[in-house]
């Protein structure tokens, strides 16, 4: 029993010694998740582990220096790498495609919907993460949810997707992405090339994400890791390192 013991007392702390080297090294980074920008997928309060020994693949969730746009940003972001370096990437009415090919179908993303407003409370209760505002509207009412928590709604809860038509809803920046006459939304984007040593990123909560459609591409002199798990209930962790 003893030499059992002793046995896992030297894993342990193995384990403690090769985390705090690569912490050091710059090879793991814990990171504590502020934003609704990947919900559900990432939800704010998660505490989560990313590695640079991974290279960066379409579809991973990296973490990357955010773009300094005020005083106050200066500090690590998380998204979805939709596209990388060669890629030509485009949003239709919604979808996301990556050289021709939509590749949303396998992941769980958030989008507004379209609900009666006495349904509302519902999703106030249910998801009061993205659904915690009055409406602004005597029938109808936006809320937030995920396609795997709209599978599970009930019968009498009736939801349409929203989908902004080009010209609709606030126009992003064309001058980020050298056409001045472009009315790029969140819903329908592009398509653009993305430039050498760049990617583009986007949240999985579509709608309430502040991503490259709003700032432009990632360098990738700027990622410092891929997501490799959550480590829930460690939290406290993040205060020691």
């Known amino acids: 029993m003893k030499k059992r013991n002793l046995i896992i007392l030297i894993i342990i702390c193995s384990s403690v010694i090769i985390f705090v080297l690569g912490r050091i090294l710059g090879i793991f980074l814990l990171l504590t998740i502020k934003t609704a920008s990947n919900y559900p997928n990432l939800k704010?309060?998660?505490?989560?582990?990313?590695?640079?020994?991974?290279?960066?693949?379409?579809?991973d969730i990296i973490c990357y220096q955010q773009p300094i746009r005020t005083e106050f940003d200066n500090s690590y972001a998380t998204h979805r790498m939709m596209a990388n370096e060669g890629d030509v990437l485009e949003?239709?009415?919604?979808?996301?495609?990556v050289n021709g090919k939509?590749?949303?179908?396998?992941?769980?993303?958030?989008?507004?919907?379209?609900?009666?407003?006495?349904?509302?409370?519902?999703?106030?209760?249910?998801?009061?993460?993205?659904?915690?505002?009055?409406?602004?509207?005597?029938?109808?009412?936006?809320?937030?949810i995920s396609f795997s928590e709209a599978k599970k709604l009930p019968n009498d809860i009736k939801i349409e997707r929203i989908t902004y038509k080009v010209g609709?809803?606030?126009?992003?920046?064309?001058?980020?992405?050298?056409?001045?006459?472009?009315?790029?939304?969140?819903?329908?984007?592009?398509?653009?090339k993305i430039p050498k040593d760049s990617c583009f990123v986007i949240?999985?909560?579509?709608?309430?994400?502040?991503?490259?459609?709003?700032?432009?591409?990632?360098?990738?002199?700027?990622?410092?890791?891929?997501?490799?798990?959550?480590?829930?209930?460690?939290?406290?962790?993040?205060?020691?390192f």
Do not use: M
């Open 203 to 240: 949240g999985d909560n579509r709608h309430q994400s502040d991503d490259s459609r709003f700032w432009g591409f990632v360098a990738k002199d700027n990622i410092k890791g891929v997501f490799v798990t959550k480590i829930g209930g460690l939290s406290w962790l993040n205060n020691i």
């Open 91 to 97: 949003i239709r009415n919604g979808v996301c495609y």
């Open 44 to 59: 704010p309060h998660d505490l989560i582990l990313t590695s640079n020994l991974l290279t960066p693949q379409n579809g």
């Open 102 to 144: 939509a590749i949303d179908e396998n992941l769980d993303l958030v989008f507004p919907y379209l609900t009666l407003v006495k349904n509302q409370s519902f999703f106030n209760q249910n998801y009061p993460l993205l659904n915690d505002f009055p409406s602004n509207s005597d029938s109808l009412a936006v809320i937030y």
């Open 168 to 192: 609709e809803k606030e126009v992003l920046q064309p001058q980020l992405f050298g056409d001045k006459n472009n009315e790029f939304n969140v819903d329908n984007f592009g398509p653009i």
